[in-house]
T-cell receptor, first 114, second 109 residues
Framework: DAMVIQNPRYQVTQFGKPVTLSCSQT?????MYWYQQKSSQAPKLLFH???????NEADTPDNFQSRRPNTSFCFLDIRSPGLGDAAMYLC?????????????FGPGTRLTVL | GQNIDQPTEMTATEGAIVQINCTYQ??????LFWYQQHAGEAPTFLSY??LDGLEEKGRFSSFLSRSKGYSYLLLKELQMKDSASYLC??????????WGAGTKLIIKP
């Protein structure tokens, strides 16, 4: 089945210790997104890639970086995690950016910062 | 600014019908999405509306009125597994999804 996969599902890191979350997709979609979601809040878009074109949201902290080495994979790097970065990180993909293009989500990675 | 409003929490009884409302104010409109999110899991796509009216998909239906900036998700014959959060999201003029905080639906036997 075509799908969006995230690893790991749960990640524990220490304050200030860099961490990388990964996302892969078998949908062959052009667009990949990273969202941060805290409990009972709306998902917050951090950035997205349209193919190799990187689009950063204006309010995404510099502490968050992303890489997309090929169509299938996208990584989220948190350079120096703080306690406020503890959240669920969701990867999503869509075929394009048109009005009918639906975003499909992976299962998420829950990040704990000690 | 852009805003999506949904009730924070609703309670309903197994077998009943529930309507979850969503009102929006966005810069432009390119469609409205409903997603279901079980606790600790990722959102899953339920429905998409871009024209006014009702879209029916099994036990779930979604309605849109663009002139009123209003949508609702109707869930019929509620089952315990429908206990989840339901998120409303609107694509704005830049084709970005603007998300509501979600409505937590609690189903009681």
């Amino acid at each position: 089945d075509a799908m969006v996969i995230q690893n790991p599902r749960y990640q524990v890191t220490q304050f200030g210790k860099p961490v990388t979350l990964s996302c892969s997709q078998t949908l062959n979609h052009n667009v990949m997104y990273w969202y941060q979601q805290k409990s009972s809040q709306a998902p917050k878009l951090l950035f997205h890639y349209y193919d190799k074109d990187f689009n950063n949201e204006a309010d995404t902290p510099d502490n968050f970086q992303s890489r997309r080495p090929n169509t299938s994979f996208c990584f989220l790097d948190i350079r120096s995690p703080g306690l406020g970065d503890a959240a669920m990180y969701l990867c999503a993909t869509s075929r394009g950016l048109a009005e009918t293009d639906t975003q499909y989500f992976g299962p998420g990675t829950r990040l704990t910062v000690l | 600014g852009q805003n999506i409003d949904q009730p924070t929490e609703m309670t309903a009884t197994e077998g009943a019908i529930v309507q979850i409302n969503c009102t929006y104010q966005t810069s432009g409109f390119n469609g409205l999405f409903w997603y279901q999110q079980h606790a600790g899991e990722a959102p899953t796509f339920l429905s998409y509306n871009v024209l006014d009216g009702l879209e029916e998909k099994g036990r779930f239906s979604s309605f849109l009125s663009r002139s009123k900036g209003y949508s609702y998700l109707l869930l019929k014959e509620l089952q315990m597994k429908d206990s989840a959060s339901y998120l409303c999201a609107v694509k704005d003029s830049n084709y970005q999804l603007i998300w509501g905080a979600g409505t937590k639906l609690i189903i009681k036997p």
